[in-house]
Protein backbone atom coordinates (compact mmCIF):
# COMPACT_ATOMS: atom_id res chain seq x y z
CA UNK A 1 0.00 0.00 0.00
CA UNK A 2 1.34 3.71 -0.78
CA UNK A 3 1.21 5.88 2.23
CA UNK A 4 -0.02 9.21 2.94
CA UNK A 5 1.20 11.76 0.67
CA UNK A 6 1.48 15.17 0.72
CA UNK A 7 2.03 17.95 -1.82
CA UNK A 8 3.41 20.48 -1.77
CA UNK A 9 6.76 19.15 0.00
CA UNK A 10 7.99 22.55 -0.28
CA UNK A 11 6.43 26.19 -0.10
CA UNK A 12 7.07 29.71 0.20
CA UNK A 13 4.77 32.36 0.74
CA UNK A 14 4.57 36.00 1.96
CA UNK A 15 2.80 37.72 4.88
CA UNK A 16 -1.26 38.41 3.58
CA UNK A 17 -1.30 35.69 1.47
CA UNK A 18 -2.91 32.45 1.91
CA UNK A 19 -2.06 28.35 0.90
CA UNK A 20 -3.65 25.34 0.54
CA UNK A 21 -1.76 21.77 1.47
CA UNK A 22 -3.20 18.84 0.34
CA UNK A 23 -2.75 15.39 1.73
CA UNK A 24 -4.02 11.73 0.21
CA UNK A 25 -4.75 9.54 2.75
CA UNK A 26 -3.55 5.74 2.93
CA UNK A 27 -6.39 3.97 0.81
CA UNK A 28 -8.74 2.78 2.88
CA UNK A 29 -8.41 5.03 6.27
CA UNK A 30 -11.46 7.57 6.13
CA UNK A 31 -9.92 9.88 9.15
CA UNK A 32 -7.73 12.39 8.23
CA UNK A 33 -5.44 14.74 11.20
CA UNK A 34 -3.70 17.82 10.75
CA UNK A 35 -0.61 18.75 12.73
CA UNK A 36 1.86 21.94 12.96
CA UNK A 37 5.23 21.60 14.21
CA UNK A 38 7.04 24.24 15.14
CA UNK A 39 11.06 23.56 17.12
CA UNK A 40 9.35 25.78 19.57
CA UNK A 41 6.03 24.31 20.32
CA UNK A 42 6.59 20.76 18.93
CA UNK A 43 3.60 18.89 17.52
CA UNK A 44 0.20 20.76 17.80
CA UNK A 45 -3.23 19.39 16.72
CA UNK A 46 -4.83 21.16 14.00
CA UNK A 47 -7.94 19.57 13.17
CA UNK A 48 -9.20 15.51 12.34
CA UNK A 49 -11.67 14.95 9.37
CA UNK A 50 -13.40 12.11 9.10
CA UNK A 51 -16.08 10.99 6.35
CA UNK A 52 -15.84 14.78 5.02
CA UNK A 53 -16.48 16.21 8.29
CA UNK A 54 -14.61 17.95 11.04
CA UNK A 55 -15.08 15.41 14.08
CA UNK A 56 -12.34 17.36 15.99
CA UNK A 57 -10.74 20.48 16.95
CA UNK A 58 -7.29 21.87 18.02
CA UNK A 59 -6.62 25.40 19.23
CA UNK A 60 -6.03 27.32 16.27
CA UNK A 61 -7.16 30.12 15.10
CA UNK A 62 -9.97 30.65 12.54
CA UNK A 63 -7.49 31.38 9.54
CA UNK A 64 -6.89 27.43 9.76
CA UNK A 65 -9.54 26.02 8.22
CA UNK A 66 -9.66 22.53 6.40
CA UNK A 67 -11.98 20.16 5.02
CA UNK A 68 -12.06 16.19 3.65
CA UNK A 69 -13.14 14.66 0.23
CA UNK A 70 -15.38 11.68 -0.60
CA UNK A 71 -12.21 10.24 -1.68
CA UNK A 72 -10.50 11.06 1.46
CA UNK A 73 -8.12 13.32 0.46
CA UNK A 74 -7.90 16.34 2.76
CA UNK A 75 -6.82 19.67 2.14
CA UNK A 76 -5.74 22.58 4.86
CA UNK A 77 -6.06 26.04 3.90
CA UNK A 78 -4.44 29.30 5.78
CA UNK A 79 -5.49 32.52 4.92
CA UNK A 80 -3.81 35.78 5.89
CA UNK A 81 -0.74 34.18 6.41
CA UNK A 82 1.53 35.33 9.21
CA UNK A 83 5.26 34.72 10.07
CA UNK A 84 4.85 32.29 13.04
CA UNK A 85 2.80 30.59 10.50
CA UNK A 86 6.10 29.53 9.23
CA UNK A 87 6.39 25.54 10.11
CA UNK A 88 6.14 21.99 8.99
CA UNK A 89 2.55 20.67 8.43
CA UNK A 90 1.41 17.10 8.90
CA UNK A 91 -0.82 15.16 7.83
CA UNK A 92 -1.43 11.86 9.76
CA UNK A 93 -4.29 8.78 8.29
CA UNK A 94 -5.82 6.19 10.05
CA UNK A 95 -8.66 3.85 9.49
CA UNK A 96 -11.08 5.85 11.53
CA UNK A 97 -14.37 5.32 13.43
CA UNK A 98 -12.67 2.66 15.79
CA UNK A 99 -10.81 2.90 19.38
CA UNK A 100 -7.76 0.43 18.21
CA UNK A 101 -6.07 2.41 15.76
CA UNK A 102 -2.75 3.77 14.80
CA UNK A 103 -1.72 6.85 13.00
CA UNK A 104 0.64 6.97 10.08
CA UNK A 105 2.37 10.73 9.28
CA UNK A 106 3.15 12.06 5.38
CA UNK A 107 6.34 13.30 5.07
CA UNK A 108 5.02 16.82 5.56
CA UNK A 109 4.97 19.99 3.61
CA UNK A 110 7.25 22.78 4.77
CA UNK A 111 5.99 26.05 4.58
CA UNK A 112 8.46 29.09 4.82
CA UNK A 113 6.45 32.62 5.56
CA UNK A 114 8.26 35.81 4.44
CA UNK B 1 -6.19 19.00 31.04
CA UNK B 2 -4.24 15.98 29.34
CA UNK B 3 -0.26 16.77 29.24
CA UNK B 4 2.21 14.65 28.02
CA UNK B 5 6.09 15.28 29.22
CA UNK B 6 9.71 14.63 27.70
CA UNK B 7 11.88 15.89 30.32
CA UNK B 8 15.19 15.34 28.52
CA UNK B 9 15.46 17.48 24.95
CA UNK B 10 18.70 15.87 24.11
CA UNK B 11 20.70 12.71 24.69
CA UNK B 12 23.48 10.87 23.26
CA UNK B 13 23.72 7.30 23.34
CA UNK B 14 26.99 5.18 21.78
CA UNK B 15 26.48 2.90 19.19
CA UNK B 16 25.63 -0.66 20.68
CA UNK B 17 25.03 0.64 24.13
CA UNK B 18 21.34 1.05 25.87
CA UNK B 19 19.00 4.28 26.29
CA UNK B 20 15.94 5.24 27.91
CA UNK B 21 14.01 7.89 26.90
CA UNK B 22 11.30 9.46 29.76
CA UNK B 23 7.80 10.38 29.27
CA UNK B 24 5.36 10.95 31.79
CA UNK B 25 1.59 12.67 31.18
CA UNK B 26 -1.32 13.58 32.88
CA UNK B 27 -4.56 12.15 32.46
CA UNK B 28 -7.72 11.07 34.01
CA UNK B 29 -9.00 8.77 31.51
CA UNK B 30 -8.81 4.96 31.86
CA UNK B 31 -8.39 3.95 28.83
CA UNK B 32 -6.21 5.26 26.46
CA UNK B 33 -3.10 4.47 24.34
CA UNK B 34 0.98 5.47 24.39
CA UNK B 35 2.80 5.45 21.42
CA UNK B 36 6.16 6.32 20.74
CA UNK B 37 7.12 8.12 17.27
CA UNK B 38 10.70 8.88 15.45
CA UNK B 39 10.94 11.35 13.34
CA UNK B 40 14.67 10.92 11.53
CA UNK B 41 15.96 14.30 10.60
CA UNK B 42 14.32 15.39 7.20
CA UNK B 43 12.53 12.04 7.33
CA UNK B 44 8.81 11.12 7.93
CA UNK B 45 7.67 10.26 11.07
CA UNK B 46 6.97 6.45 11.64
CA UNK B 47 5.48 4.83 14.23
CA UNK B 48 8.34 2.85 17.16
CA UNK B 49 5.88 1.01 19.20
CA UNK B 50 2.38 1.61 20.78
CA UNK B 51 0.76 0.54 24.32
CA UNK B 52 -2.59 -0.25 25.50
CA UNK B 53 -3.28 1.50 29.00
CA UNK B 54 -5.53 -1.82 29.68
CA UNK B 55 -2.88 -3.88 29.39
CA UNK B 56 -0.24 -4.65 32.33
CA UNK B 57 2.62 -5.93 29.80
CA UNK B 58 5.18 -4.24 28.28
CA UNK B 59 5.45 -3.47 25.12
CA UNK B 60 8.37 -4.51 22.74
CA UNK B 61 9.47 -4.52 18.68
CA UNK B 62 12.85 -5.88 18.36
CA UNK B 63 15.29 -3.64 20.02
CA UNK B 64 12.77 -1.16 20.99
CA UNK B 65 10.71 -1.87 24.74
CA UNK B 66 8.76 0.65 26.87
CA UNK B 67 8.31 0.67 30.62
CA UNK B 68 4.88 0.94 31.65
CA UNK B 69 3.87 2.38 35.26
CA UNK B 70 0.42 3.45 35.09
CA UNK B 71 0.23 4.08 38.56
CA UNK B 72 2.97 7.02 38.03
CA UNK B 73 1.50 7.74 34.58
CA UNK B 74 5.19 7.67 33.42
CA UNK B 75 5.80 5.74 29.85
CA UNK B 76 9.62 5.56 28.41
CA UNK B 77 11.23 4.16 26.05
CA UNK B 78 14.41 1.30 26.05
CA UNK B 79 16.18 1.31 22.70
CA UNK B 80 18.77 -1.52 23.10
CA UNK B 81 21.77 -2.30 21.03
CA UNK B 82 22.06 1.61 19.57
CA UNK B 83 22.56 2.04 15.91
CA UNK B 84 23.21 5.12 13.84
CA UNK B 85 20.08 4.70 12.46
CA UNK B 86 18.31 5.48 15.63
CA UNK B 87 19.43 8.88 15.52
CA UNK B 88 16.39 10.83 15.13
CA UNK B 89 13.85 13.06 17.20
CA UNK B 90 11.52 10.86 19.43
CA UNK B 91 8.41 11.88 20.36
CA UNK B 92 5.25 10.30 22.99
CA UNK B 93 2.50 10.47 22.57
CA UNK B 94 -1.29 10.05 24.61
CA UNK B 95 -4.42 9.11 22.50
CA UNK B 96 -8.22 9.21 24.06
CA UNK B 97 -11.07 8.03 22.47
CA UNK B 98 -14.04 9.34 24.00
CA UNK B 99 -17.89 10.20 22.70
CA UNK B 100 -17.19 9.97 19.13
CA UNK B 101 -14.01 11.96 19.58
CA UNK B 102 -10.22 11.43 19.46
CA UNK B 103 -7.47 13.21 20.76
CA UNK B 104 -3.45 13.20 20.70
CA UNK B 105 -1.24 14.76 22.73
CA UNK B 106 2.45 15.02 22.07
CA UNK B 107 5.24 15.55 24.13
CA UNK B 108 7.56 17.95 23.06
CA UNK B 109 10.61 15.37 21.71
CA UNK B 110 13.87 14.18 22.63
CA UNK B 111 16.37 14.22 20.27
CA UNK B 112 18.90 11.21 20.78
CA UNK B 113 22.15 11.35 19.03
CA UNK B 114 23.92 7.93 18.30
CA UNK B 115 27.80 8.12 18.37
CA UNK B 116 29.83 6.05 16.30
Same mark, same amino acid.
Given at each position: #? ?10 ? #? ?101 | ????? =? ?31 ? =? ?19 ? *? ?21 ? =? ?6 ? !?????? !? ?9 ? *? ?8
Amino acid at each position: #KAGVTQTPRYLI #KTRGQQVTLSCSPISGHRSVSWYQQTPGQGLQFLFEYFSETQRNKGNFPGRFSGRQFSNSRSEMNVSTLELGDSALYLCASELGGTYQETQYFGPGTRLLVL | AQTVT =QSQPEMSVQEAETVTLSCTYDTSENNYYLFWYK =QPPSRQMILVIRQEAYKQQNA *TENRFSVNFQKAAKSFSLKISDS =QLGDTAMY !FCAFMT !FTSGTYKYIFG *TGTRLKVLA
